[in-house]
Each structure stands twice: as C-alpha cells, then as structure tokens.
C-alpha cells in the first residue's frame, strides 16, 4: 500500500486523501511517495493503442493507495479527459526525422496545465463530498494558471473558487478565459494593483488563521502531489506510441517550476526506459546554471516571450532534491534553509553525477524562441508556442544520439500568444473552435482596490464556507 512522506522529514506518513487536500506538507516540505510503484516490460507494452483514459487509469491507480476505487477513479479519468478537444487526449506530431511534438493543449484553457488541473477538480469534489466537506480555492494569477484552475473547479458542488488578477495587466485572450465563464461558484476579481500585489493578498489571507479556517481555503498550486500524479501519464503513453519499452525515448521540456519535467523523472523511476531528459529554460536560467554548476543560485526574473517560465525558484525542484541526497530529510532540510537564507546552495559531486545522468539543461533566448518558431513554420507548417519552441531548441541543443527519438513537450497552443507568434511567421494563430466565440462572450469579474479587508470580505459574502462566523 503506497503512503506518502515529506521531503523534510516531519510529518509522518499520510495517505492519498489528506496529501491532495494539504497540497503542501505541514512541515513546510512537499510529499512524495514513500516508494515509486513500478511497470513490467509487458504493461509498458500494453499500454500502446490504449485509450488515454485506460492507460491513465492503469498508471495512476496505484498512487491512490485504495483511496478512489477502479471503476469510480477511471470515471473521473473518463469526465477529465472527455473535455479534451482530440480523441488521443494528448496526440504526438512529428516535426522532422526524430523530433516529435506532444501536443499537450487540448484541453479548455489551451495550456498543459488542464490535462492536472482537470482531474484535480474533481478529485477535490469526489473527496470533500464524502468527507461532507466544502473548501474555499484561492489563488493570484498572472494570466495562465488562473484560467486553468478555474476550469478545473467551475461547477464543483464543493468547491467556491476567486482568483485574484492583476486588473488590465494580463492579455485580452487571458482575462476573458478567466471572466467569462458563468459558473455560480467562480469568481474573477480584478485587483487594482500588480500581481505581486495580487500574490500578496492571497498570502495575507492564509496567513490569517482565523479567515483560513472559518473559509476552509485551499490552494491548487503547482506543488500539489496529484497534479505531478496526473502529468506521469502522458510520459508513458507517448514513449509506447514510439515503441516503448523496445526503444529508448529522450523527452525535451519546458520547465519553469519544474513540475512537469519531474513528472518524467517519475515515469523513469517507474520503469519507464528514458535516455535523457531535457530541461528548456528562458533567460531565467537558474535550471541551466545548476545542471552546468552543480550550484543553485537565484537571481531577479526578467520577463522573456515565454512568461510562464518566468521564474526564480523552480519549487517542485525539492523533490528531486530528495532523491539526489538518497533521501535523507535532514539534509534536504538544511539545504532548503540555506537556499531561504542565503540565496543559494551547492549539491555535493554524488548527487550533481545522479542528476546529470538523468537530466541536461539548456537556455534558450528570446531570438532563439523566434528562430525556432520561424524554422519550424518554414519547415513544417507547425506552429509551435514560445514555450514550446524552448523545448524544441534544447532538445536540438542537447546532442543526443540521433537514433533516439525526441519528445518535445509542448505547453501552450500558439493562439495563448498571438503577438509573438504572429510577429515571427506573420499569420495569425487561430482559436480553436471551441474557443472561437471567445470574444463575443459576456464577462463577469469584480474590480476591488488593493485592500486586504475589502478583498476578504468578498470572498466571505461570497463562499459558501464560513457563515457562521461574523
Ligand atoms: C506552467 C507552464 C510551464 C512550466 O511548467 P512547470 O511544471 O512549472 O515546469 C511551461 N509552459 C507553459 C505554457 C506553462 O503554462
């Protein structure tokens, strides 16, 4: 039976349930399992020509430690993945001769943040209604996420969502994903203000116990062990499409908070046969320099075409971390203490030689995304993302064996940044058809001042948790 532990150590071993709706471990560390499950050769096998929604099911059932039975888990795999707009779920289009495109923006916001986010609405609501429990979601966005998290939790019994953004700072196609989406229980404020301003706000309100309890907030950040869980999946569907466990696979992501690509780390430590995995960065490189270095050390963002890789600290990093120092919470402990304190850390030379073996790194600018974006137009009438375009250029950077096939993740669907896109080849990326309407939409959002009282009394007036109080 799986159970889960902290990378710092302290708090103890928890099962599936209580790991999803703590999201972060109360000692301040994120959860992990205490051993990765595995595949033989012959499931790996059987996993080509799968539905997504079989192979999902298969791969993640034991993650869930008898908490979610079969049939009812592949139910909620069959609601999430039916509102993916491809059969495949996630399909792969080939680029050239050995680079392959998994395409992971089918889902309602466009982003491969849904194909998790999907089913961790409804993993929220399939356990808060047996536990009769209700939870207040909130959450600052600077475009992306937001529309993603509120897709996830529209229309959840259990669930009352307000996202907090940056009021006429995010693009026309981001706020109105966020705004126009009628459910009773979601709710888009526009905060007059920046987004750290945003983030700020939503610190202060779970910083206020009182309010946090008597709301039962919750975040759905990236930290949370079932959005890793759900990302595992598509590892092991593409690597089957492509002859896996015959073939060796490389897999080229664009990383920022480092979720996705340790997801494919897992994948390996399941058994899946991986030659490298890729990491993309933009100019926010603190990834690249520590797989060069061995040495993390943050530096100020600077904004880049790719703005959800726009970051400081890759905060699922930690969980790799924990593996790399053989799992020892002490030292992982006191490595993270160092990095809050000091802005930096330095992983000892067994460590650095696990994690280059598994992964490399490269940094890709601004005028590489364009040319990447161009070339791939010219070449093959593929329109790739900024984001995406990253991974490709590091995975023609990471001088692999040209017999190993290269999966490139891609993120984002090209019409999320129409300037970019449309400045480099000159044709404007279609919405898809499901979106197509999406400018004609009503919209419906509140605009409040930047002001913690104001802002907490909304979501109290609001959400349907916490009316006993005040
Ligand atoms: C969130 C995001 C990423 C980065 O994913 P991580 O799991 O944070 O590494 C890359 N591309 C897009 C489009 C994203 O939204």
């Known amino acids: 039976m799986i159970s889960y532990i902290s990378t710092r150590g302290r708090s103890g071993e928890q099962g599936f349930e209580d790991v999803l709706l703590k999201g972060l471990a109360p000692d301040g560390g994120l959860f992990v399992p205490a051993s990765f499950p595995s595949l033989s050769d012959g499931q790996l096998a059987g996993l080509s020509g799968k539905p997504y929604v079989d192979a999902a099911t298969e791969i993640m059932v034991p993650f869930l430690g008898g908490a979610i039975g079969d049939s009812e888990f592949r139910a909620l795999c069959a609601e999430a993945y039916g509102r993916f707009t491809h059969q495949a779920v996630t399909p792969l289009v080939q680029l050239d001769e050995r680079l392959w495109i998994l395409e992971l923006f089918h ?22 209604a047996k536990r009769a429990q209700r939870i207040t979601v909130v959450g600052a966005t600077s475009g992306d996420t937001g529309s ?7 229309d959840r019994e259990a669930v009352d969502i307000f996202i907090l953004y940056p009021a006429g700072r995010t693009s026309d196609v981001q706020r109105r994903q ?18 750290d301003d945003c983030q700020a706000l939503v610190k202060a309100m779970f910083a ?28 092991f569907v593409a690597a089957a499409a492509l002859g896996s466990p015959r073939r060796k696979v490389a897999f080229a992501v664009p990383t920022g908070n480092f979720g996705d690509i340790y997801a494919g780390y897992v994948a390996g430590r399941m058994g899946l046969p991986i030659e490298k ?23 100020t963002v600077v904004p880049t075409h790719s703005p959800s890789m726009d970051i400081q600290v890759s905060s699922n990093f930690e969980r790799l ?36 073996a598994s992964f490399t790194a490269h940094a890709v600018d601004d005028r590489a995304t364009e040319e990447t974006i161009r070339d791939a137009f010219r070449a093959a009438g593929y329109t790739l993302d900024p984001h995406s ?10 001088g692999l064996d040209p017999k190993i096939p290269i999966v490139v993740l891609a993120t984002a669907h090209p019409a999320k940044f129409p300037e970019v896109v449309t400045g480099v080849t000159g044709v404007h990326p279609a919405l898809p058809p499901h979106m197509a309407d999406l400018f004609e939409r009503a919209e419906r959002l ?21 009316k006993a109080r005040n």
């Open 208 to 235: 206020d116990a009182p309010f946090r309890d008597d709301h039962a907030l919750a975040a759905v950040n990236s930290i949370n062990w079932a959005r890793i869980m759900a990302q595992i999946v598509y590892y």
């Open 277 to 299: 995995l890729i990491v993309g960065t933009n100019r926010n490189d603190i990834l690249t320099r520590f797989f060069a270095t061995a040495e993390m050390r943050k530096t």
């Open 178 to 195: 966020m705004t126009t989406v009628p459910s009773e229980n979601v709710h888009a404020v526009a905060i007059e203000g920046t987004f």
């Open 446 to 466: 509140v605009t409040l001042p930047n002001d913690l009282k104001t802002v907490q009394r909304y979501v109290h007036q609001w959400a349907r948790v916490g």
């Open 321 to 356: 971390l924990f593996d790399l120092l053989d799992r020892d919470a002490a030292v992982v402990t006191r490595t993270m203490d160092a990095f809050q304190s000091s802005g930096a850390f330095t992983v000892p030379p067994a460590a650095f030689t696990a994690a280059t």
């Open 148 to 154: 993603a998290a509120i897709e996830a939790c529209r």
């Open 389 to 398: 375009a990253v991974g490709v250029a590091a995975a023609r950077r990471a």
């Open 107 to 128: 889902g309602p916001t466009l982003a491969f943040k849904d194909v998790a986010l999907q089913l961790l609405g409804l993993l929220f609501d399939h356990v808060l």
